[in-house]
């Protein structure tokens, strides 16, 4: 099969174009951590933007990891999304996913400590905040990260992805005010299928594209707001 990115730069600076042209208004670029940093930090480059994360984890079924049966987010109150169809596909039991959440939450910890340094989250009110990730296979996770991120509180919401289900826009397109997608295929195997270059994303990687996302992000976000007072 062809595949439409050549790696998750080449992905995110095409995305960019796409967003770039909806002419956003005080844009915040949050990444789904690991494979959507590389993607996000080309939109955030390319808008002027800063680049936060947005930490949810896929609970995987037990002999099918990438299949996701469920999402967790971080948060004082952590948010659940099980995804019942995949859940009955693979046979997985919801007590499963509940004895799974509590380890996929210390790996959020982890993660936060590791990529942000204990850094609070960004300010969204009165923000569009642009959702990205490297691509969407089910779904579960992409909607547990947008009811985490409706919660803070933005003025507005833009989920953009490289590739997707056809068969899963719809249901996230209610989700948001608006939604980007450069390839949506009828029959869809992975995300992976798409890109040449799909290697693993390590935590240095990340460490290093939020490093140099650094201090200057918030820099960045309170001189826009400052503009539009």
Request: charged fraction near 25%; proline fraction near 7%.
């Amino acid at each position: 099969m062809d595949r439409a990115f050549r790696n998750r730069v080449d992905a995110g600076q095409r995305l960019a174009k796409r967003l770039i042209e909806l002419g956003l208004e005080n844009p915040v670029v949050l990444a789904l951590p690991r494979g959507g940093v590389p993607v996000a930090a080309e939109v955030a480059r390319a808008l002027g933007a800063p680049l936060d994360l947005l930490l949810v984890r896929k609970i995987g079924a037990p002999i099918q990891p990438e299949l996701a049966v469920a999402a967790v987010s971080d948060g004082a109150e952590p948010v659940l999304v099980v995804d019942e169809a995949s859940l009955a596909a693979s046979g997985t039991s919801l007590a499963y996913v509940m004895g799974e959440a509590p380890r996929h939450l210390q790996e959020i910890e982890r993660r936060r400590r590791l990529y942000l340094n204990d850094r609070a989250p960004m300010d969204l009110q009165g923000a569009t905040a642009v959702l990205v990730d490297d691509g969407i296979a089910t779904g579960t996770t992409a909607r547990a990260a947008l009811q985490v991120l409706r919660r803070r509180n933005p003025r507005c919401m833009v989920l953009a992805v490289p590739v997707a289900p056809a068969a899963e826009l719809p249901a996230l397109r209610a989700l948001v005010d608006r939604l980007i997608c450069l390839e949506a295929p009828e029959v869809f195997g992975a995300v992976g299928e798409h890109y040449l270059d799909f290697a693993q994303v390590e935590d240095d990687e990340v460490v290093a594209l939020m490093g140099a996302s650094g201090p200057g992000a918030r820099d960045i976000q309170q001189r826009r707001r400052q503009g539009s007072d």
